[in-house]
């Protein structure tokens, strides 16, 4: 998105990519959110980049549509499980595959396959926690992020959180999706047509002012006293908070 003067920030509602297991929890198995923020991290820092799918998750029309660019995915291979067997062995054979270089790892829907029924509790457990466990060891040694996706609280996406080193929340809005992260301020939300931007974007724009009464700061007076010309026609804002 092109900023509209060259003293606007950028409005953005996606969590900054950070070396180690990173998990992107929401409430429901989709890849929309995913797909997202996979897609931003990789147009970041273009090149090899590797996602284990479960669930459908990497859908080729999702992916594209979330890409930045189309050069985002030059460097993505993906492949798919459909058992907790297959994905444990897709997860098994990272460390073969993603070398040094390697930009991220994706690995979707890490619980599902987990709870579907296909292999015995005991052994559907084990097999997930050395996967987790692998993926922590894989991150450091690659020093960069690997993004997990689980939906839902079962036992299986708990172990999975409670093992990250950061948790990003996804949560369905009237605003569209949000990105909930201790080190993340969103500064918009994409909806139809451009952003739906928020006070900390206002006041990143044009800073606090002082409230008369209280003598503080008031980010929500900042946003509504001022009136900024409207974001241009490429950035799709509307200029509410």
Request: aromatic residues 6%; glycine residues 10%; charged residues 25%.
């Given at each position: 998105?092109?900023?509209?003067?060259?003293?606007r920030?950028?409005?953005?509602?996606?969590?900054d990519?950070?070396?180690?297991?990173?998990?992107?929890?929401?409430?429901?198995?989709?890849g929309?959110?995913?797909?997202?923020?996979?897609?931003?991290?990789?147009?970041?820092?273009p090149?090899?980049?590797?996602?284990?799918?479960?669930?459908?998750?990497a859908?080729?029309?999702?992916?594209?549509?979330?890409a930045?660019?189309?050069?985002?995915l030059a460097?993505?291979?993906?492949?798919?499980?459909?058992?907790a067997?297959?994905?444990?062995?897709?997860?098994?054979?990272?460390?073969?595959?993603?070398?040094?270089?390697?930009?991220?790892?994706?690995?979707?829907?890490?619980?599902?396959?987990?709870?579907?029924?296909?292999a015995p509790?005991?052994?559907?457990?084990?097999?997930?926690?050395?996967?987790?466990?692998?993926?922590?060891?894989?991150?450091?040694?690659?020093?960069?992020?690997?993004?997990?996706?689980?939906?839902?609280?079962?036992?299986?996406?708990?172990?999975?959180?409670?093992?990250?080193?950061?948790v990003?929340?996804?949560?369905?809005?009237?605003?569209?999706?949000?990105?909930?992260?201790?080190d993340?301020?969103?500064?918009g939300?994409r909806?139809?047509?451009g952003?739906?931007?928020?006070?900390?974007?206002?006041?990143?724009?044009?800073?606090?002012?002082?409230?008369?009464?209280?003598?503080?700061a008031?980010?929500?007076?900042?946003a509504?006293?001022?009136?900024?010309?409207?974001?241009?026609?490429?950035?799709?804002g509307?200029?509410?908070?």
């Amino acid at each position: 998105m092109r900023r509209a003067t060259d003293d606007r920030p950028t409005p953005t509602d996606l969590p900054d990519p950070q070396s180690g297991v990173t998990v992107l929890h929401s409430d429901r198995p989709h890849g929309a959110a995913l797909a997202r923020l996979a897609t931003d991290w990789l147009a970041r820092d273009p090149g090899p980049a590797y996602w284990v799918d479960a669930g459908g998750a990497a859908d080729t029309r999702r992916l594209y549509d979330a890409a930045p660019t189309r050069r985002a995915l030059a460097g993505l291979r993906v492949a798919r499980a459909f058992t907790a067997y297959q994905h444990a062995e897709l997860v098994r054979r990272l460390p073969r595959r993603a070398r040094p270089g390697t930009r991220l790892v994706v690995v979707a829907n890490a619980a599902l396959p987990y709870r579907e029924g296909d292999a015995p509790t005991d052994e559907a457990g084990r097999l997930r926690a050395a996967g987790t466990a692998l993926l922590d060891e894989l991150a450091t040694a690659l020093d960069c992020p690997v993004l997990v996706s689980v939906a839902g609280d079962g036992d299986h996406a708990a172990a999975v959180v409670d093992a990250a080193d950061r948790v990003v929340e996804c949560e369905t809005t009237p605003f569209g999706v949000r990105f909930d992260a201790p080190d993340h301020t969103p500064r918009g939300y994409r909806v139809a047509g451009g952003w739906q931007t928020t006070i900390p974007y206002w006041v990143d724009l044009f800073g606090a002012v002082a409230d008369a009464d209280a003598g503080v700061a008031t980010p929500a007076a900042t946003a509504a006293a001022a009136t900024p010309a409207p974001l241009d026609a490429t950035a799709g804002g509307d200029g509410g908070a």
